[in-house]
């Protein structure tokens, strides 16, 4: 499976952008689908992920409230809404795919094998 996120850009802080991710290749059924981010200089860290089949999601802390996840099945695409954005959600996000089973969802870098090339996301204060 190969992932392309698309929807980053330059928005002023307490705006919203919506990311996505599409699949192409195979479903993500059967899949954790996360979404990472890496600011410059730092560590990529954990932002949120669903488990495509169960449809359970888990959110980081610092975007939970502020987030949410919804896909489209057919178009075997994950979106990701971000609301109230601040100048610290600046960062490079990446969508990425591991298998799992049933409700369990990956939280780590290492646990995921599919990466996309990343969008920019910039919120200007």
């Known amino acids: 499976v190969q992932l392309v996120e698309s929807g980053g850009g330059l928005v002023q802080a307490g705006g919203s952008l919506r990311l996505s991710c599409a699949a192409s290749?195979?479903?993500?059924?059967?899949?954790?689908i996360a979404w990472f981010r890496q600011a410059p200089g730092k560590e990529r860290e954990f932002v949120t992920a669903?488990?495509?089949?169960?449809?359970?999601?888990y959110f980081a802390d610092s975007v939970k409230g502020r987030t949410t996840i919804s896909r489209d099945n057919a178009k075997n695409t994950m979106y990701l809404q971000m609301n109230s954005l601040k100048p610290e959600d600046t960062a490079v996000y990446y969508c990425?795919?591991?298998?799992?089973?049933?409700?369990?969802?990956?939280?780590?870098?290492?646990?995921?094998?599919?990466w996309g090339q990343g969008t920019q996301v910039t919120v200007s204060s």
């Open positions: 669903i488990s495509w089949s169960s449809g359970n999601v």
């Open positions: 990425a795919a591991a298998p799992t089973t049933g409700d369990r969802v990956w939280v780590k870098v290492s646990n995921y094998n599919i």
């Open positions: 290749g195979r479903t993500f059924s059967g899949y954790s």
